[in-house]
């Protein structure tokens, strides 16, 4: 399951005509690797439509107005997006499919069609748009874990995610995956009117619409799909929703953060499969450790998903701070990945507050720690291992991350003010 993950096609649907519309749409419905972002019943206003989204593969339906259709597929062809055009028609008449075709479709697709024929042709067409044959998916979906509760996993997820969120290249969701004790909401000050009970109720539904309506999207850029209010609630979220709506999300979204809860449930195994990066946070102490070791072996024997573990050392730097780091290396035999400098007093402020630290505190250590950190994950070629990252972080680094946000700059927020 966890391969068809980058090979979702992102996927429009042009047609006058509702019943082929509708036809299409029961074939998909049920298929992890097609999502539909987006759906006009207009040619003329197709262009304008499909320039919300990301579609990489658009279907036109060409019954309606031949003329018009053919003409909209020259059109999609030639977009300075890449669109890859798919016609489909009711009838397989000759010259229509060479206009279509020499119009610049990629496939004719002739109604009806069985759901597995129709993903078939949708991924050999796609394959068209890259050499890797991902469908310009370029998603990362990153999991916060915590090696023990209470030690600001849901901190680092939360900032992590308000960061990434900052850069308007890129498009980012935090999933609040503890259930039953889920705070992200609360760390964001965030009044939500749907949960991701929501989105498990309506699933068989879903679509780009559908899940924009059902996530919040705070000023900062963030999206943020929160835990069910209600505890009876959490069982409708079962581990096929949960493959469906990081699917969905991860086909909508350049950067999906995953707070995980500290369970280790069948929902979180789900979501670890998922993710191409898992931040471990644990602190420099002997329990946590241990629990370090216990996580890394579970991971190990569920599909070696140790290896996309790094671990990342909180409230570094702490007076009281039992174990070094490379006794603490030693202990896990595993390297540190990254040090989060240890701010109690600044992180109780802007936790109460609901103001990630980006916003309120963009000079502090520890947000430029966090802000190299988000550098670092989304650097395919970056340095790996970096546990003296906080105290060398470059000046090009920041300059980046902090031309983003000059008010806040301007404000000259810092640890102490």
Excluded at 29 to 58: F, H, I, Q, T
Excluded at 216 to 223: A, R, V
Excluded at 250 to 262: G, N, P
């Amino acid at each position: 399951m966890t391969g068809a993950m980058n090979s979702v096609i992102r996927l429009a649907l042009v047609d006058p005509d509702a019943d082929v519309r509708y036809e299409l749409k029961t074939a998909l419905s049920n298929l992890d690797s097609v999502w539909l972002e987006a759906e006009c019943d207009s040619y003329a206003k197709a262009a304008e439509r499909l320039s919300e989204g990301r579609p990489g593969v658009v279907i036109v339906g060409v019954d309606r107005d031949p003329e018009e259709a053919v003409k909209l597929i020259r059109s999609l062809s030639k977009h300075e997006a890449g669109y890859t055009v798919c016609a489909v028609s009711r009838v397989a008449e000759g010259q229509l499919i060479l206009r279509a075709m020499r119009a610049g479709a990629k496939e004719f697709i002739t109604l009806p069609v069985i759901g597995d024929d129709l993903v078939a042709s949708l991924h050999a067409i796609s394959g068209m748009e890259n050499k890797d044959g991902e469908c310009g998916n370029r998603c990362k979906t990153i999991s916060v874990a915590g090696a023990t509760g209470g030690i600001g996993s849901t901190s680092i997820a939360v900032n992590l995610a308000s960061i990434l969120a900052h850069d308007p290249g890129k498009s980012v969701v935090l999933v609040d995956l503890d259930l039953t004790l889920g705070d992200a909401d609360v760390f964001l000050d965030v009044m939500h009117d749907h949960t991701l009970v929501d989105l498990a109720a309506n699933i068989s539904r879903l679509d780009f619409d559908l899940l924009r309506r059902s996530l919040t999207k705070l000023d900062s850029g963030l999206y943020l799909l929160p835990r069910p209010v209600e505890l009876a609630d959490v069982s409708l979220v079962t581990v096929d929703v949960l493959r469906r709506v990081l699917g969905l999300l991860k086909a909508s979204f350049s950067h999906v953060i995953l707070d995980l809860s500290k369970g280790y449930n069948a929902l979180d195994v789900a979501a670890l499969e998922y993710s191409d990066a898992v931040l471990l946070v644990t602190q420099l102490n002997l329990p946590c450790l241990r629990n370090v070791v216990r996580l890394m072996k579970s991971f190990r024997e569920l599909g070696r998903l140790d290896e996309k573990v790094r671990i990342v050392v909180n409230r570094s730097g702490l007076e009281d701070e039992p174990i070094r780091l490379k006794k603490a290396e030693e202990i896990i035999r595993r390297e540190i990945f990254w040090r989060v400098p240890n701010d109690y007093r600044l992180m109780v402020e802007v936790s109460n507050n609901g103001v990630p630290l980006i916003q309120q505190a963009p000079r502090a250590e520890i947000t430029q720690s966090l802000a190299a950190m988000a550098d670092a994950l989304c650097d395919e070629d970056g340095d790996k291992s970096n546990p003296e990252a906080v105290t060398a972080v470059s000046a090009s680094q920041l300059s980046k991350w902090f031309s983003l946000w000059p008010s806040a700059l301007s404000r000259r927020s810092s640890p102490t003010k």
